[in-house]
């Protein structure tokens, strides 16, 4: 037996733990080898593979390579077209398959990669191919239908809730007021940021008010909320997700300039909401204030990895390949919960058409009246996930990772 595994889109400090899963289990049950892609799906059609059991040699470097953020063998952003208007794509694919001998394929990413593995299962049944395409999910967005939640989240989660939570102290120490913006990663599901709600704490009274996308954001509402708050206590911290929207649609950091781009799944790139926010209060109340923007630095902090993310992204790796192997196809491994205290969640298997192109959002339940905070149910959702610390690998004082060249 060959497989052959990918990784693609918007990485996270633990979509190395989902591959590393995927190796030990297909390792474990025999493969003779296990290829990698370099940059997904787009590597596979130039046939840029490696051989990850010359590469994952010992323990030491499986290790490793649960604990290096980002993506080892590299990501793309490539959609594959329809069978309709791109089949010799889908040729070329399968020919590449069929030279390395490949009985199954994994594809660890969100939900453009789950569209991905949806499309190529589709069209193993249609040529009669008996090649097995299972998806393993990730994704700090936490957006993927069916699964509890995604690998990626937890780490993401505690990474933002910590932030919030210094920040709060740091912002604290003047007397003159001040209002700090923290944009956070969030197109359309604000799972991400609703974790500053995590920070709230005896030591720490959070987040003063927390804005998703799921809630229509008015932009005189907010300039009035600031201005109230204002009144009571002289430095805020307001989480606001970077794809806010106006009650017409349009995202709020348009505002500041229309000439939003878009990427190849015809995505706007959003940026620049703290920045307008920030600016925007500045000027119509007079008051010292400023926009950090996350960015990247959430998905990649492996540093502050949730040690309960880690387990089961390796967890989810392993599942994957247990379906493959019991002749599943079409599928992805998912999460399904039990129990919030104690936490209990174990993998299990969905169809892959429950994921593909579908978007979860927060549940408005979950959400204040007033549109600015998150409720307790929330909180006993997303607490477990961020639960114990995964310590890096340290030489010279700084994280080892491994990296391949």
Known sequence: ??????????????????LAGVYAAAVAAGAEKVYGMRNGISGLLKERLVVLN??????????????????????CRYKLKSVEKCEEEYEKIFSVLEKYS????????????????????????????????????????????????????????????????????DCSIYEAEALTVVEIMGRNAGWLTAAAALAKGEDCEGADMIFLPEVPFSMDGFVEKVATLLKRKKALVVAVSEGVKLADGRYVCELASADQKEDVFGHKQLTGTALFLANEMAHRLSIKTRAI?????????????SATDVEEAYEVGMGAVKAALAGRTGV??????TSNVPYRCGVSIAEIDKIANMEKT????????????????????AMPLIQGEMSPIYENGLPCHLVLK
């Open 293 to 305: 923007e996350l960015s990247t630095l959430q998905r990649c902090a492996a540093h502050l990895s």
């Open 362 to 381: 927060v549940p408005l339940s979950w959400i204040h009246e007033d549109g600015t905070g998150l409720t307790e149910e929330y909180i006993k959702y």
């Open 1 to 18: 037996m060959n497989v052959v595994v990918g990784q693609s889109g918007g990485p996270t400090s633990v979509i190395n733990a989902s």
């Open 102 to 169: 490949i009985d199954c394929f994994f594809y660890i990413g969100g939900n453009d990669s789950m569209d991905t593995v949806a499309k190529l299962s589709a069209y193993a049944a249609k040529i009669g191919s008996g090649i097995r395409f299972v998806g393993v999910p990730k994704t700090i967005d936490n957006d993927l239908t069916e699964t509890d939640h995604t690998p990626g989240y937890g780490s993401a989660a505690k990474f933002v809730a910590t932030t919030i939570k210094e920040l709060v102290r």
């Open 54 to 75: 010359d590469l994952l040699k010992s323990e030491r470097e499986i290790e490793l390579l649960k604990h290096t953020p980002a993506c080892y063998l590299g990501s």
């Open 332 to 337: 992805a491994a998912i999460f399904t919960r």
